[in-house]
């Protein structure tokens, strides 16, 4: 219960440590505009995990800068998403309102932290676009490809 308002779930990295709000509490905590909002608690919670457990793997991840955040949550927002029933992938989609290609440059730390829920829109839309998704993340999480910029 210590986790700050607007996060539901953690992975500390340095202790490789994942702390999860319960599923009561975290549906206190949910938005009811919030881009997982259609979810029901248990599917909500078990995405959650998920999400948190892409971050655990992907871990040791190579990086070029000293943090690659962007291509980190981009992997669990993408994992977290292709964990859904195909039924509430529609509904992620129909709800993301997003009309017409996602652009690498709409995937910055500046809109993962301003407005988390339009990156997980954002990270869904591109991968999409991808012709092989799956190889497209796999190159993300061997470092071979990053959404990152370093510091400017």
Known sequence: ETIKDGC???YHCDDDVIRVLPPDLMQRRRDA???????GIEAY???????????????????????CVVADQYV????????????????????SNLDGPVLAEELSAVILFMAP??????VWAHLQQQDAPCDYIGALTRG??????GRL
């Open 144 to 149: 071979r490809l990053t959404l990152d910029q």
């Open 8 to 10: 539901v779930a953690l």
């Open 117 to 122: 829920d339009l990156f997980a829109q954002n």
């Open 33 to 39: 505009d919030a881009a997982f909002a259609h979810l």
């Open 76 to 95: 669990a927002y993408a994992t977290q998403i292709m964990s859904l029933k195909p039924e509430d992938q529609t509904a992620f989609v129909e709800r």
């Open 45 to 67: 919670f078990k995405s959650v995990i998920v999400h948190e457990v892409a971050h655990a793997a992907n871990a040791g991840t190579p990086c070029p800068y000293e943090s």
